[in-house]
């Protein structure tokens, strides 16, 4: 295994040197050269590589290749209102179908079992990302993508569905639907592949027991490729990760040293084939830690833990990234409002939900009713429009939002995670 990353990662270095001038600025100004790499060892030498570098150099800055190499785009939410934007070359596409199918093997999904694709499809590597996948392993796809649960069981009944890829948020949402409708007993369902959200050990068994089938978690994301990065065999003792196409680090956030096998740390990842967006040393912010130890089912490769949460201030509301910054600078552009406001996240039935308290502006707040109705409306809407999601605002008197003197508290995360 380190013989191959290492000649991935040489070939990686050389690629990106040649190809992105980002990268070569880097490694120029640190006094770098792609000879200077010679095996996998030496990657503590490279730069780390960070979302506000793709921010920055938005939308194909960092892209390896020339654009008609590039065969598909996808993106991930923001806090500017930028999107991060990542791109695959044809080559890219077929590792990420070979990553996903292994996934998909490893649940124990194969060729004959009919899978539902029930994550988002569109720029979200959700959707397609697993569609591909389960292509690739020539299981029967149902592309559902979200939206319609009533017909995706209707469907999962009709068609004897036996696996299912979504958000564990909305498969407990599924499982709800299905025991309202009388219909646990009647669908064939054995596997579920959930990921893109964090989720507990206690909501993985929990899924298990409501809908008699086995759960894996499924970990990835948009800047390093979308779903399949790592997942979880049927011990569910970690997540195995793809070392032969993705280089794990655990490194301290503070001190961005390596930490020692089984200590908790940020999870950083090179890539090592990726053509149109190969990315050195990313920090994903994901929290987790690893362990180099065989597993149960005979797999040696690494596995990393299950998501701790991340190092920075992201939320994922049923499967949408958001930041507080985003409804910051939503609140900014409306002008009666001031940019005190507090998010409360629940999850209420199985499902999430966003609340804004917002504070008026004094000479704003007035006492007709009718008049905050419409600005309740009018906020609630441009919220919505700049995060995706439907929020519930309501409007409080100025000066009524705690303030603080060091950082401020603007999310209040009420979902029990335990
Ligand atoms: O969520 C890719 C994906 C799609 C993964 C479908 C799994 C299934 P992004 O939208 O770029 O990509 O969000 C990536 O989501 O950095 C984590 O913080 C979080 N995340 C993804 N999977 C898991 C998981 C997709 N299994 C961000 N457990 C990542 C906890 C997860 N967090």
Known sequence: MS???SARLVKTVNHVYHNVEFYRNKMQKIGLEPGDIKGIEDITKLPYTTKDDL???YPFGLFAVPQSEVVRIHASSGT???ATIVGYTRRDIEIWSECVARVLTMAGIHKNDIIQIAYGYGLFTGGLGA???AENLGATVVPMSTGNTKKLVTMMEDFGVNAIACTPSYLLHIAETLEEMNKIDKIQLKAAICGAEPWTENMRKEIEERLHISAHDIYGLSEIM???????????????IWEDYFMPEIISPETLQPVAEGEL???????????ALPLLRYRTKDLTSISYEKCECGRTSARISRFKGRSDDMLIIR????FPSQIESALLEIGET????LMIVDRVNNHDTLEVLVEVEERFFSDEIKQLEGLTKKIAHVIQQAIGLAVKVKLVEPRTLERSEGKAKRVIDKRQLI
Not at 226 to 240: F, I, M, N, R, T
Not at 319 to 322: I, L, P, S, Y
């Open 3 to 5: 013989a191959l990353q």
């Open 55 to 57: 921010r920055d150099n």
């Open 80 to 82: 500017t209102g930028k």
């Open 131 to 133: 569609h591909y996948g």
């Open 226 to 240: 979308g779903p399949g990065v790592a997942a979880d065999c049927s011990y569910h003792k970690g997540l195995h």
């Open 265 to 275: 740390g940020e999870l950083a990842i090179t890539t090592l084939t990726k053509e």
């Open 319 to 322: 499967g949408v990234n958001v």
């Open 338 to 341: 001031t940019p005190h406001y």
